[in-house]
């Protein structure tokens, strides 16, 4: 089945093509079928793939399509790499996609016909773009499907583009990702100039004769895009401001798309990471960083929806701290997790919204258990998932990255858990706030309040089985031997040198000591949010240390101060004084002159022949005199 593997970005790009096209006569009911068919065909053909590949004589697959670039001795084909960690992606991009292309054929059903159409049509490009990232068998590749979900991040999040609001956050994101993406390219360019390709295969073969400065500069550059992608300190403003767009865009961004793709570089390119030490640091030191940044933020935050950003931003920094300490599979591994349980609690929050009539403030919600059941409970596994309560998924993936990170560096595994038990507390803030307590809404609100249809909890319970179940794909070795299924999978990729896969990094009675330390405290931290927020929830507006927190430690308006506003007086010095004094003078001065001259010279012709004649006279003897001076 590999060989058809050009497929799986093809039935997307057909229903991007299609909506797209003819958005003004498809009706809405055949554009949402459209849009979600598509992507389902995607994901069947890439669970047959999947079985293909899970084979034990299976060997990576390159498949090229034609020569996309050729020059001189450079050669970069337009081709797809088939192997373990492409396949994985695959599944969670197309798979959590449907149910997010179902989710919005419900939840956007108020949009008109044209508009319905487009915002499928959005939805997949934005879907092609990502699987376009995954497959690309070399950088450039990559690239383009990089760059492309960057364009449907900016589609999506100014959807509702007559809201200025929301579209400044729309350019927010497209602008810092093109910051991120600057240092990517010259990565590309730079790996290019040095091994003659751009392939995966060819330069992770050669990397280890060029010099670690090299390695440490290229990785270095790689990294600096994937901070831009997946919002690492200090390019994660734009992800909170990125839930302008609908809620299931938000959904999948968060979860099945765009803020993964960072992750998926480096896990591509961790032969590279693996011959420099520094960029490794660097990684774990900022994930870490940034993982404790975010979870403090969404401790105050009280739109639903802004919590959950942070909540993002927080777990991709989990992620980054996997990959920085070696441990690819653990990271690969909480990016599936965190793909069931981030877009299940999203599509939770949008069925709260919708049945809020639009209100996102916590604060005015409340009881909502009685009157979203399903929604509720989903909403709750979610929480015990995210906030690592074993069995449930996020538990497992979680405590890998922390028990690699443990025998990198204790205090990266002590700073982790207190993150984690930050995560803990604000999710069950979120959650106490929102589903227990009293209705703190208005009176017709509460009136209107119910279930939400069937497009929309049918992803909810698929989502919930997944949060609650993935995790027993890691199960570490301490519980059984050869438990870790995804270690197992990922094997090839990573040469074996995996927790999961070729033991723990720990010996056993210490890894014991660390899950138990994590699980327990998390667990202290979920009782004590439950019972606070749901006896005598904050209403409030925070003071002291807690202003802090709710302005995000006010680093908008730091960069608001150190680079926007300078940027914008350079940019209107350079409007007022160099552009309209300098630049128009010198235009303007020069048709004016042109002007005068013309004004001047057409006094020369009077009409009269006797002056006509003297110039003429005039003109002979200057010629004559230049002759005369020529000759000597």
Request: aromatic content about 14%; proline content about 4%; overall charge positive.
């Amino acid at each position: 089945m590999s060989k058809f593997i050009f497929l799986v970005p093809l039935f997307p790009l057909i229903g991007f093509l299609i909506n797209g096209l003819f958005r003004k006569w498809i009706p809405k009911s055949l554009s949402g079928l459209i849009g979600s068919a598509t992507v389902l065909a995607s994901f069947v053909l890439s669970l047959l793939i999947f079985f293909e590949v899970k084979e034990e004589n299976f060997h990576p697959v390159i498949i090229s399509l034609f020569e996309f670039i050729h020059a001189g001795k450079l050669s970069i084909p337009f081709s797809f790499l088939v192997d373990p960690l492409s396949v994985l992606f695959l599944l969670i991009i197309t798979g959590v996609g449907f149910l997010i292309h179902v989710y919005s054929t419900s939840y956007m059903h108020e949009e008109n016909a044209a508009a319905y159409a487009k915002y499928f049509c959005y939805l997949n490009l934005f879907v092609f773009s990502m699987l376009l990232l995954v497959l690309g068998s070399n950088y450039v590749i990559l690239f383009i499907g990089w760059e492309g979900v960057g364009l449907c991040s900016y589609l999506l999040i100014g959807y509702w583009f007559k809201n200025q609001e929301y579209s400044s956050a729309a350019k927010k994101a497209f602008v810092m990702n093109r910051i991120g993406d600057f240092g990517f390219l010259i990565a590309v360019f730079a790996l290019i100039n040095q091994f003659g390709t751009a392939s995966f295969g060819e330069i992770f073969q050669h990397a280890p004769k060029a010099t670690t400065g090299f390695i440490t500069m290229v990785t270095l550059l790689l990294f600096v895009g994937a901070t831009g992608k997946s919002a690492q300190i200090p390019l994660y403003t734009w992800l909170p401001d990125a839930m302008a767009g609908p809620t299931p865009v938000s959904a999948l961004i968060h979860a099945a798309t765009m803020v993964t793709a960072g992750i998926y570089m480096i896990a591509r390119s961790h032969v590279l990471y693996d011959l420099a030490p520094v960029s490794q640091t660097v990684v774990a030191i900022t994930g870490l960083a940034t993982a404790i940044l975010a979870a403090s933020i969404a401790i105050k935050q009280n739109d639903i929806k802004k919590v959950l950003a942070y909540s993002t931003v927080s777990q991709l920094g989990y992620m980054f701290l996997g990959l920085g300490v070696g441990a690819y599979t653990g990271a690969v591994f909480h990016v599936m997790t965190h793909a069931f349980f981030k877009a299940l609690l999203f599509l939770g929050a949008g069925s709260v919204i919708h049945a809020m009539g639009g209100e996102q403030d916590i604060r005015k919600m409340g009881a909502l258990r009685k009157y979203l059941p399903i929604t509720h409970i989903t909403f709750l596994l979610a929480c015990l998932a995210i906030a690592g309560v074993p069995p449930f998924s996020g538990f497992f993936s979680k405590d890998e990255i922390l028990a690699a990170a443990y025998e990198k560096n204790p205090l990266y595994y002590i700073i982790g858990v207190a993150g984690a038990m930050m995560t803990a507390f604000y999710m069950f803030r979120l959650y106490a706030t929102t589903f227990l307590g009293r209705f703190r809404g208005t009176a017709d609100q509460e009136h209107h309040l119910h279930e939400s249809p069937a497009p929309i909890t049918f992803p909810l319970i698929v989502l919930a089985i997944l949060a609650v179940l993935g995790g027993f794909l890691g199960i570490p070795e301490i519980f059984a031997k050869n438990a870790h299924l995804l270690g197992h999978f990922l094997q090839p990729v990573f040469a074996g040198r995996e927790s999961g896969a070729a033991g723990h990094p720990v010996d056993v009675s210490t890894e014991w000591m660390l899950m138990g330390v994590s699980a327990g405290l998390v667990i202290i931290m979920v009782i004590f949010a439950w019972m606070r927020f749901s006896r005598k929830p904050e209403l409030g507006e925070p003071a002291g240390f807690g202003k802090w927190l709710a302005n995000k430690w006010y680093v908008d308006e730091l960069y608001q101060t150190i680079i926007v506003r300078p940027l914008n007086a350079f940019a209107d010095f350079l409007n007022k004084v160099v552009e309209k004094n300098i630049i128009d003078g010198m235009v303007n001065g020069a048709g004016r002159l042109v002007q005068y001259g013309s004004r001047q010279f057409r006094y020369l012709q009077s009409g009269q022949v006797g002056g006509y004649v003297l110039l003429m006279v005039l003109g002979i003897v200057i010629l004559f005199v230049v002759q005369l001076f020529l000759r000597k």
